[in-house]
């Protein structure tokens, strides 16, 4: 079984703070994503990358940065917290079969609250 | 833009009926997917369609694709309070394109 873990499910951080939120995937998967869910706008696209070093600007970019170093681990990075990125964040690992999109799994997500 | 919306946004049924969720799409795609999000958790993969197929099975699921009208349906069969979840349709752009694109999913309520 795919296994996408989040390394907090709860965060609490104050307004100005750095915030890193970490996505581990242990099945070789190539593409790599992060979301926001938030009440009646369901899931948007931040960043997403699609190998070690490279990343592309998702639906919502502004305000976040990513890095993924390794394969398996893809951080996303709030340099300068506020309380509008006060939500629900989700990691999703899919693996590149083709051109097309393919089944995503996802991580149980992390609860940020931004005081 | 969303390009999948769900509809509805949400439905309340009683054990053992079933339930039906439409999702409609704007532009041409590849495949098309469902999900479900228990309360608080990750969304997790149902089935995945592709434009050439009309329907699909998976246990107590169907899914139809109409790629005429980019419409879709998911039909869960005597559902169980164990289905209560959110569902969410979810398309990718038709190109080689990584990315999927999510509707605001439909909160599906099953009462005992």
């Known amino acids: 079984d795919v296994k996408v873990t989040q390394s907090s499910r709860y965060l609490v951080k104050r307004t100005g703070e750095k915030v890193f939120l970490e996505c581990v995937q242990d099945m070789d998967h190539e593409n790599m994503f992060w979301y926001r869910q938030d009440p009646g706008l369901g899931l948007r696209l931040i960043y997403f990358s699609y190998d070690v070093k490279m990343k592309e600007k998702g639906d919502i970019p502004e305000g976040y940065s990513v890095s993924r170093e390794k394969k398996e681990r893809f951080s996303l990075i709030l340099e300068s917290a506020s309380t509008n990125q006060t939500s629900m964040y989700l990691c999703?690992?899919?693996?590149?079969?083709?051109?097309?999109?393919?089944?995503?799994?996802f991580g149980p997500g992390t609860r940020l609250l931004v005081l | 833009s969303q390009q999948g919306e769900e509809d509805p946004q949400a439905l309340s049924i009683q054990e053992g009926e079933n339930a039906t969720m439409n999702c409609s799409y704007k532009?041409?795609?590849?495949?098309l997917q469902w999900y479900r999000q228990n309360s608080g958790r990750g969304l997790v993969h149902l089935i995945l369609?592709?434009?050439?197929?009309r329907e699909k099975h998976s246990g107590r699921l169907r899914v139809t694709l109409d790629t005429s009208k980019k419409s879709s349906s998911l039909l869960i069969t005597a559902s169980r309070a164990a289905d209560t979840a959110s569902y969410f349709c979810a398309t990718d752009s038709g190109g080689s394109n990584y990315k999927l694109t999510f509707g605001k999913g439909t909160l599906l309520t099953v009462n005992p």
């Open positions: 999703a690992s899919s693996p590149r079969q083709g051109g097309a999109q393919e089944t995503q799994y």
């Open positions: 369609i592709r434009s050439n197929e």
């Open positions: 532009t041409s795609i590849n495949n």
